[in-house]
């Protein structure tokens, strides 16, 4: 569906668009930390069970068991709860291609793939998709990390932003 004029991607960077344009909700994500870097991290969300990888500031600190902990300092099994505020914009971002890559982390549905630059991009994966490894059509459930692999694939999701101010709490693995 077209956007108003209103809403044309060159007000998309303006305090009006946002205003105006935008669906704004608060959220409660939870989820259980099974990989951690420097500046990120992988969680196992609830309910759901899906992956999802985040970005995190160097600086940006979790109340785990009362103790503020960076990423770094988090453990896998980690439990994390955030609440959140989530901007939708009316615009899609489009994803055309996976030219080649590492495997970070796969699930059925969800594969983190380490890019050429160094950078950790994450990919919903449609029911079906076979991935090139090797000569090998491969489905994301049969992937391991460390695989070089090639695919193509154009996926649209809408453009959403999650605040960078939000409280996150936790409890540390027993």
């Not at 569906?1 to 994500?29: D, G």
């Not at 420097?38 to 992956?51: C, E, F, I, R, T």
Request: net charge positive; with cysteine; proline share 6%.
């Amino acid at each position: 569906m077209p956007l108003p004029w209103r809403c044309s991607r060159w007000l998309a960077r303006t305090a009006w668009f946002r205003r105006k344009c935008s669906t704004i909700s608060k959220k409660q994500l939870k989820g259980e930390v099974v990989a951690v870097g420097s500046n990120w991290l992988v969680a196992k969300m609830a309910p759901g069970g899906d992956y999802r990888v985040f970005s995190v500031a160097p600086n940006k600190t979790a109340m785990i068991d009362g103790a503020p902990k960076t990423v770094s300092q988090l453990q896998k099994g980690t439990m994390l709860t955030a609440d959140v505020t989530i901007t939708e914009y009316p615009l899609v971002k489009r994803t055309t291609t996976v030219n080649s890559g590492k495997v970070f982390w796969a699930s059925p549905t969800t594969v983190i793939i380490t890019q050429e630059n160094g950078e950790n991009k994450q990919y919903a994966v449609p029911s079906g998709f076979k991935f090139d490894v090797d000569g090998q059509k491969l489905e994301a459930m049969e992937l391991r990390p460390g695989m070089i692999l090639r695919g193509v694939k154009i996926v649209e999701e809408p453009l959403v932003e999650v605040t960078h101010d939000s409280v996150v709490t936790g409890t540390a693995p027993k």
